[in-house]
């Protein structure tokens, strides 16, 4: 078993088709087809199925997939990581952040890390939690800053914990319900969801069954901040969001919080990755910028007394 025939596989395996993947790498179909079957006589087990549409994985394919892009993804790892020993600051660093770490953090620090380091490829992606984990489990991201509730986060990584800060209810600022001070009384509206339904990222949800109370209407459900805001301000509809958008000016003056009596959920903005690859020279460069842009906010409990960075401890 090669590297390039792992590679190989992956490709084929991305576009389910011998034909295909041979003309995009710009081989023969031929030797892509020896390629494969020398891995699979290494092996001695068989990794695609031929259908009338091209090829499918087999279950030994489908496992093979996952080691082979943690691999790859090494593989690209070590290449970046070498190269500052020969003085050369040009890899790669591949970030996830979660929508409010992007509109927090991307403003002051990418300029400054460009600056520093002007040949360094720098790839963002935002996403949620439900997104950006499976990336980071199959090495295609060096970290993430991301939104953490209690302990859902994979043992797989290491957590550090940099800020907790709380949720809060935002509507329009003549929304019927402005003036509710208890979450019961919100039973009945419809609700803006910032991810799947019954999965980790749905706050609005486990906020409603921490209180013992029947689960809200999703009106609609998307993933960026611009969405949720245009949807807030042209309807009635509510939304759970971050204190942080709030207390930073990233929202419209017309949305406001419905301050309640009940307790809102907290939780942590926590820089993550995975737990056994230490990070490179560029990506710990770009994270401990991100981590003391991050701890030095100062968020405003709903009392209007600061909050605190929480103290950042690796492996928490």
């Known amino acids: 078993m090669t590297l390039q025939q792992l590679r190989d596989f992956l490709y084929v395996a991305d576009v389910g088709s011998f034909r295909a993947a ?27 199925l031929r ?11 489908e496992r093979l997939s996952l080691r082979a892009q943690l691999i790859e993804a090494e593989s690209q790892r070590i290449t970046a990581e070498l190269k500052p020993f020969n003085q050369d600051d040009s890899g790669e660093v591949r970030i996830g952040l979660s929508q409010t770490a ?17 040949s360094a490829q720098l790839r963002l992606y935002e996403g949620l939690y439900e997104r950006l984990v ?29 800020l907790q800060t709380s949720m809060v209810i935002v509507a329009r600022r003549h929304h019927p319900k402005a003036q509710s001070r208890r979450l019961a009384e919100l039973e009945d509206q419809a609700w803006v969801f910032s ?24 009106a609609i459900t998307c993933e960026t901040l611009t969405q949720v805001s245009a949807l807030l301000l042209s309807t009635d509809y509510l939304a759970l969001l971050p204190r942080l ?45 991100l981590t003391a842009s991050l701890t030095s906010l100062r968020i405003k409990k709903p009392d209007g007394t600061p909050e605190q960075p929480t103290k950042a401890k690796a492996g928490q």
């Open 245 to 289: 958008v709030l207390e930073h000016g990233l929202l419209p003056n017309e949305l406001v919080e419905i301050k309640f009596s009940d307790a809102l959920l907290q939780y942590d903005l926590c820089l993550v990755h995975r737990s056994t690859v230490p990070l490179t020279p560029l990506a710990a460069t770009l994270a401990r910028m």
């Open 22 to 48: 041979a003309r995009h790498l710009g081989v023969s179909q031929a030797g892509l087809t020896n390629s494969i079957k020398a891995l699979e006589t290494s092996l001695e087990t068989r990794l695609f």
């Open 102 to 118: 992007a509109c927090l953090l991307l403003t002051p620090v990418v300029p400054d890390f460009r600056a520093r380091h002007p």
């Open 195 to 218: 991810g799947p339904v019954g999965a980790p990222g749905a706050t609005v949800m486990r906020l409603f069954a921490n209180a013992g109370l029947t689960p809200p209407k999703a």
């Open 51 to 61: 259908t009338g549409r091209g090829v499918q994985l087999t279950p030994a394919g």
């Open 134 to 162: 499976p990336s980071l489990l199959r090495g295609q991201l060096d970290f993430a800053i991301l939104s953490v509730f209690g302990t859902e986060i994979s043992k797989e990584l290491t957590v550090r914990r940099l």
